[in-house]
């Protein structure tokens, strides 16, 4: 596998444009679409919240339709939540102006949004968006960056990666883009992503593929706990490299998944990295837990803990709050078994043995705890199981963004 | 009931001191005790988390054995958590000061901590602690006063409260004090709290009652989702109003119940707009819902939303943060039914109408929030049961507290 330059329209036949609809900022682009003329197989994974944005209701309705997927509009500003039957019109409407537009079927077109919730889309300039973004698409690199900047929010960073590998002697691309930043809480994939790709493979497989990795990438990053209406996570393959089709989970689906992997997990750690706020990313590796879904509970209730985030920022190797959080996961666990670590480009230092407190360099804690990215290393020496979760630090900005969000 | 002026001191037979022990802090007080030379029956409530202190494992025990309980020897600045055997060692020999300072057995002395997690306590200050506050031990209101004072940590406000009532004829007080402003969140008591009556009771009953009133109230608040792993609620009841005592869930029980909910409630309330960095008290008021766990569930993911909290920081009439809460709280609904309104003394507001938006006054919306309690009612025209959480705002001054706790 290789990592190459670009996003969405890394891979054959994809295509993107970014457009200014006036949504609700003024000053920037709002609207974006991706677009394949060669219709794809899709899979997505949605928000688990029972508060479901219109949007998620009727990409839902597509991946499950077994219909191919042409595109996805998206759009900033306004998230088309609890909007009622209106805001499901509003995704109808959206999807038939691209089929006006390009000549594909509406049932083809995602839709997705994010911003405030509980306001109506105003879908004439949505709809006028549309015929703009259908003008302007381009499979340049610039379109497919342009695209992921236009649907960002309080993101601060472009999210966006492509790789390149090889199934079956055929070189297969794929490109990704997301956005998230705050309302961010690994209960589905927790923002908005969008992964593009010229692989050949059954729908089957593609979903299969999709809803495992997101386990151990998407759903596990936590900005402040709040798990959004609007989460998508949607994949598009139009087969375009023309490798042997994946029909069975074969080495060709081994190398996909895996190249899946670290799209998802780059992503993952990216937006972790830039929630709402943050100084840095807060990385928590549970090792030796006695079973997979205990390692991914202890290791998201401890980068989703506040005190936990809080004493990231603060660079004090507070220690028991960690072993705190992890007592209120609902993990059953012996305190007597744990090892606790903080670690870091920094260096590496134990703070918790077993029931016990080690003589440890307070100085050199807090050293460690100053790089970009801290991890806290937990041995549970229970069993062999593993997980590793991303968040970040608790700031005064991010209580800033959020009593200021929509004045 | 009426209200009276005190705390633990208020009902007869019970006494309290303070003392400045030099644990942590240089400069105030860190020890407090609670006493009746009269036996107690005692009842508790403590953590859920798995990682309890040394002390909730001690309080465990003597609650459990049905022994009677003299008192309480608490301390602020250290938690004597994740301490192993040497943390359990120091609760004994605690309790063991008391029995050489006063006379009663070691075993009917509970203890309890609140501080940082993680490291010993200093014993010999502790132990000499004791002797200072048995010499010191008074039953007037300044007393009960100082010792409630004595055991803040980042709290900014002393929380006590007193009341009496009638029972059988007879006059019976009841008083309590706690404490709790960080690391508070609903599974069970989240903090210290000690309520001392003498009403004559079974140990059955005491312990029913209060393990049925703390699920309304302190098992009701949050401010920050950190369920600590001190959380200690204790009640002393040493039966010297010679009421006859109540050995059934008859008339008195019930009045004895109501005024020990009204005593919960109020130090709960007062906790939760104590939290850390708060500037004002959120309530949400969960009524008409399926069954009444759902409705605490509700009350509880909408006062424990960040962004929730952010929001009611910036008076901003965000409701959809509300709904999105309520969405991932686990508990199944349909938003067409639910009907959410913001309500203060400065007024009352429908935001949200069974999935559609109401026209409604953003202005008068922003000056409701401005209030010192702001209550979101939430109707979810589905069933009968209703429940109320509390919580308070996020703002900058949490995380200012929290990231330097330590240093």
């Not at 798990?227 to 081994?254: F, H, P, Q, R």
Request: proline share 1%; glycine share 8%; net charge negative.
């Amino acid at each position: 596998m290789e990592i190459i330059e670009g996003g969405v329209t890394a891979a054959k036949g994809f295509t993107a444009a970014n457009h200014a609809a006036g949504i609700k900022y003024t000053d920037r682009d709002d609207m974006a679409m991706i677009f394949s003329k060669t219709p794809c197989e899709c899979a997505g994974t949605f928000t688990s919240n029972v508060v479901k944005a219109a949007c998620v209701l009727w990409d839902t309705d597509i991946v499950k339709s077994g219909s191919p997927m042409h595109g996805v509009v998206i759009n900033a500003g306004i998230a088309n939540a609890c909007t009622g039957n209106e805001g499901f019109e509003a995704c109808i409407k959206t999807a038939e102006a691209v089929e006006e537009a390009l000549g594909v079927p509406y049932s083809t077109v995602a839709v997705a949004s994010t911003g405030v919730i509980g306001m109506q889309l105003p879908i004439d300039k949505i709809v006028n968006g549309v015929g703009a973004l259908s003008n302007k698409l381009s499979d340049t690199i610039e379109a497919g960056t342009m695209a992921s900047k236009a649907i960002m929010t309080t993101d601060t960073v472009n999210k966006e990666v492509a790789v390149t590998f090889t199934v079956g002697g055929k070189e297969v691309t794929m490109g990704a883009m997301s956005k998230g930043s705050g309302m961010i809480h690994p209960n589905m994939c927790t923002m908005l992503g969008f992964i593009t790709t010229n692989l050949s493979i059954s729908k089957k497989l593609l979903q299969k593929a999709l809803s495992e990795v997101v386990k151990d990438t998407f759903n596990m990053i936590t900005v402040d706990g709040d798990t959004s209406t609007n989460d998508t996570l949607l994949i598009m393959a139009n087969g375009l490299a023309e490798n042997k089709k994946i029909e069975s989970e074969n080495e060709d689906y081994v190398t996909f998944k895996e190249a899946l992997l670290y799209v998802c997990e780059n992503l993952a750690r990216r937006m972790a990295a830039d929630g709402e706020g943050a100084s840095k990313l807060f990385t928590a590796k549970v090792v030796n837990a006695k079973t997979k879904e205990d390692a991914r509970v202890l290791a998201r209730a401890v980068v989703g803990s506040n005190l936990s985030k809080a004493a990231i920022y603060g660079c004090d190797a507070n220690f028991g709050r960690f072993l705190c959080a992890m007592g209120y996961s609902g993990v059953d666990f012996d305190q007597e078994k744990v090892e606790l670590y903080f670690e870091s480009e920094n260096g590496k230092e134990k703070v918790f043995d077993k029931g016990s407190l080690p003589e440890f360099d307070e100085a050199k804690a807090a050293e460690i705890m100053k790089a970009s990215e801290v991890i806290v290393l937990i041995d549970m020496n229970d069993g062999k199981a593993s997980a590793t979760a991303w968040g970040c630090d608790l700031t005064e900005k991010y209580v800033e963004i959020n009593a200021d969000y929509r004045s």
